[in-house]
């Protein structure tokens, strides 16, 4: 067999002759598609029928003879270089020829297929028409300022703030003629007052007169607002300028023009109305009353307190606002400027931050249910926290016992709401919150200023445990005792630094007794803290580095309350050994318990912890005696510290050890699951 027989026939031509049957099949409909094309072209070039105009008869005239027109030819769809065998109506029409597949020689002769079947012709959808939009007018030009003035919504805009220039220039015009007229002598007292009183009564007249008219109500809270601000004005200069009053008459009759005003603008429902008295009146009664002083703040406390009765069972956020600030405004720099002054009454003082704190506190709890929205809940939050600052800080010209005593009760008020936060309405997790941190800060500042640092570190810790156990479900509760214990701490170390554990210090009973009780209340602040934050999710994956912190904490304060007692009873010689022997037995027995507390836990790993915990005391103590007491114990302290400590690191390891071992004999006498 020669190679030529033993290849195959090469079925290049079938191939070739299938590639020019699908490019045959391809002009036949792309011819189809060109005469498609055509026909919809001489659609939409042909001219609509129209009709004719109706012809006038006439004499017949001879017909002429018409020149035969050449027929218009049709256009071409398709490229003049367009091959003429793919162009319509060459004759390529026919059926397309048929060829047979490719075959191997080995599978026999080809088997003959149906014939294919040639494309339908269907005619074209027609295309939906295109929507049609109506294009309307473009819009008017935007009117200028002129003409948006002239126009009657923004012609209220601009009588507003033309009223309340109005306002304000009239308040300024009656201070200068009852200040500036006095001081230079202008006119008689009698005179300048008298004027001020018919000129506020002239204004509420024209303003009651005015509102009960459609288009008068922006000109009617304007006067009446300067009315009653200019008597407001009158019986400040009376009382504090003139002296024709005592203060208590002055402030009960400013209290009554005051509350006749906020009861008008909530007889007619404008909260402008009250904004328009208060707000002049914080800024110009300082200059009637002579400066910042006590009597200003007794007006504007009282005018605060009669504006409360005005505000209940409305939402006036503004007016909420602008009371407390009124208020506090003025008390802030009253407390910080009077020093040690002995003009300044600290039991008035004191009693003034009292009253506003009070007010705050309490408009916040009246008010709340009408002030539902997120920003008016913030707007009231921070309020509460202005409106208590000053008594806060008024210990700064009051008698430190004296404003411990007012903070601490502020401190017990504000914990009172908060733990009856569930029975107040509309009572929201930011202002309990708030409120919260206020105690925490107003018991903080109680204690540091009611108690010299023996007696405030051991409060403060106390304070921390006890906050933390009481407020330990809730958040803001556990930050507020971490921060006491964290200042308490810091507040220990710099009273008992590290020095004294290792130079031995003579110290007085009264340090030392401080030193021993803030010692244990660190241990068991320490203590108490890591338990109430393990408890929650967001601590939980951390806590064994929390407890081994806690540890560190409390066998700092224990080993600084053994040497503190030893150094107390026995000396800065014998007193000093003795109590770093017991520090150190104190270490090998939190060591003993916890290795304890292990053997009671099922094996695995709920004994990781307390068996760590156990390990690290026993080497720190181990540690220490190796290189303190050793080096610095003397006698029989040297020889009792090895002594004890031995014998309780046998007696627990060979517990640990018999626990073990019982264990492991309980888990050999289980039968496996395969065994059963």
């Not at 068991?524 to 999710?537: D, I, Y």
Request: glycine share 8%.
């Amino acid at each position: 067999m020669t190679e030529s027989d033993a290849r195959p026939d090469r079925p290049d031509w079938t191939v070739l002759s299938r590639v020019s049957a699908d490019f045959e099949s391809l002009s036949r409909q792309m011819a189809q598609m060109s005469s498609h094309l055509t026909e919809m072209q001489s659609t939409m070039t042909a001219a609509p029928p129209t009709s004719a105009p109706v012809p006038t008869p006439a004499t017949a005239a001879p017909p002429a003879q018409q020149t035969p027109r050449a027929p218009h030819p049709t256009p071409q769809m398709y490229p003049p270089d367009l091959p003429q065998w793919m162009r319509p109506g060459s004759g390529l029409e026919a059926p397309m020829a048929q060829f047979p597949p490719p075959r191997h020689p080995a599978q026999g002769p080809p088997l003959q297929g149906p014939a294919p079947r040639s494309m339908p012709q269907s005619p074209m959808p027609p295309r939906p028409p295109m929507p049609q939009y109506p294009i309307g007018p473009p819009p008017p030009p935007r009117p200028g300022l002129l003409k948006r003035a002239a126009s009657a919504a923004d012609g209220r805009l601009v009588g507003a703030i033309l009223a309340a220039a109005g306002v304000a220039v009239t308040l300024v015009g009656v201070v200068l003629l009852l200040v500036l007229a006095a001081q230079a002598g202008i006119l008689r007292p009698e005179v300048r007052v008298g004027a001020g009183a018919v000129l506020a009564g002239l204004l509420v007249a024209a303003g009651w007169r005015m509102h009960h008219r459609a288009e008068g109500r922006i000109g009617s809270l304007a006067l009446a607002a300067t009315g009653i601000a200019t008597a407001y004005l009158d019986v400040i200069a009376v009382t504090r300028i003139y002296e024709w009053l005592p203060a208590a008459a002055g402030l009960a009759i400013a209290a009554a023009v005051g509350g006749a005003g906020l009861a008008l603008a909530r007889r007619w429902d404008s909260e402008y109305l009250a904004l328009g008295v208060l707000v002049p009146l914080i800024v110009l009664a300082p200059f009637v009353a002579d400066g910042v002083n006590l009597t200003l703040v007794g007006f504007m406390l009282a005018l605060s307190a009669v504006a409360l009765p005005a505000h209940l069972g409305t939402d006036w956020l503004y007016l909420h606002v602008v009371r407390v600030v009124a208020g506090t405004i003025w008390l802030v720099p009253a407390t910080a400027l009077s020093g040690t002054a002995t003009d300044i009454d600290m039991w008035l003082l004191a009693g003034a931050c009292a009253v506003n704190a009070a007010l705050t506190l309490g408009s916040t709890v009246a008010v709340l249910p009408r002030l539902t929205s997120r920003v008016a809940t913030l707007a009231v939050a921070a309020t509460s926290v202005i409106g208590v600052i000053p008594l806060l800080v008024c210990g700064i010209a009051v008698d430190r016992h004296l404003a411990a005593g007012a903070i601490a009760l502020l401190a017990l008020s504000l914990l009172a709401l908060v733990l009856l936060a569930e029975r107040i309405p509309s009572m929201t997790v930011v202002l309990r919150h708030t409120w919260a941190a206020l105690a925490g800060v107003a018991a903080l500042i109680s204690v540091v200023a009611a108690f010299d640092a023996p007696v405030a570190v051991p409060a403060l810790l106390g304070l921390a445990a006890t906050i933390t156990v009481v407020g330990r479900h809730d958040t803001v509760g556990r930050y507020v005792g971490l921060a006491f214990a964290v200042i308490g701490g810091l507040a220990f170390v710099a009273q008992s630094p590290v020095s004294t554990l290792i130079d031995p210090v003579d110290i007085r009973p009264t340090l030392a007794a401080s030193t021993i009780v803030a010692g244990l209340l660190l241990a068991v602040t320490a203590g108490v803290t890591a338990w109430a934050w393990v408890r929650s999710e967001a601590v939980a994956p951390a806590a064994q580095w929390l407890w081994a912190l806690t540890g560190v904490v409390a066998l700092y304060a224990i080993t600084t309350v053994s040497v503190t007692t030893g150094v107390a009873t026995g000396g800065v010689d014998t007193g000093f050994f003795a109590g770093h022997m017991a520090a150190t037995i104190c270490w090998v027995i939190a060591a003993a318990a916890a290795l304890v507390q292990a053997t009671r836990v099922p094996a695995g790993s709920a004994r990781i912890v307390p068996v760590g915990a156990g390990l690290v005391l026993a080497a720190a103590a181990v540690g220490k005696l190796m290189l303190f007491d050793l080096a610095t114990l003397d006698g029989a302290f040297r020889v009792g510290a090895f002594i004890v400590v031995g014998l309780i690191l046998l007696t627990i390891g060979s517990r640990y050890a018999r626990v073990l071992g019982r264990d492991a004999a309980e888990k050999a006498d289980t039968p496996s699951p395969a065994a059963r």
